[in-house]
């Protein structure tokens, strides 16, 4: 993976780990509209939609009240986002921001089945797929057979 998937990838995982501890952390207002801002829906102890936690702040606020329908992919509000949450790429960021939004992609005890295969679907697309290194000594240990088939 490069540096950008292995930003994407720990993000997307920080994102799920952040909402599955706690649903009524996401910032929905009912089933098609969230606010970048916790506190715009009367939930302080939220930091916001997906793309929310990743701003300042009074950031948060300034697009609730400026774009308060409007997603990454509105230009405008793109392209007033920071630089390094820029740089994850609109559509990832739009991916994202739709895991967080859509109700059933969650459950009361984080993501759902439908959610899961969403994570999937993101993983694959993006490919975030997370690399292993098989420790020398498993290697030097294992003994590999071949079955000659007839």
């Given at each position: 993976m490069n540096e950008l998937q292995k930003k994407q990838l720990?993000?997307?995982?920080?994102?799920?780990?952040?909402?599955s501890a706690d649903t009524?952390?996401?910032?929905?207002?009912?089933?098609?509209?969230?606010?970048?801002?916790?506190?715009?829906?009367?939930?302080?102890?939220?930091?916001?939609?997906?793309?929310?936690?990743?701003?300042?702040?009074?950031?948060?606020?300034?697009?609730?009240?400026?774009?308060?329908?409007?997603?990454?992919?509105?230009k405008p509000l793109f392209n007033l986002l920071p630089q390094e949450v820029q740089a994850y790429g609109v559509d990832f960021l739009g991916d994202l921001q739709n895991l967080h939004d859509f109700s059933s992609y969650w459950d009361e005890n984080g993501?759902?089945?439908?959610?899961?295969i969403r994570k999937d679907v993101i993983m694959s697309k993006y490919k975030l797929v997370e690399e292993f290194e098989i420790p020398k000594e498993v290697i030097?240990?294992?003994?590999?057979?071949?079955?000659?088939k007839d």
């Open positions: 720990a993000l997307l995982k920080d994102t799920i780990a952040y909402y009524t952390k996401r910032c929905m207002i009912n089933t098609s509209t969230c606010r970048y801002l916790g506190e715009s829906l009367d939930k302080p102890h939220s930091d916001g939609c997906a793309v929310g936690r990743l701003l300042t702040p009074e950031l948060r606020l300034q697009f609730d009240r400026m774009f308060p329908d409007k997603t990454v992919h509105y993501l759902s089945k439908d959610g899961l030097d240990s294992t003994e590999i057979t071949f079955i000659k």
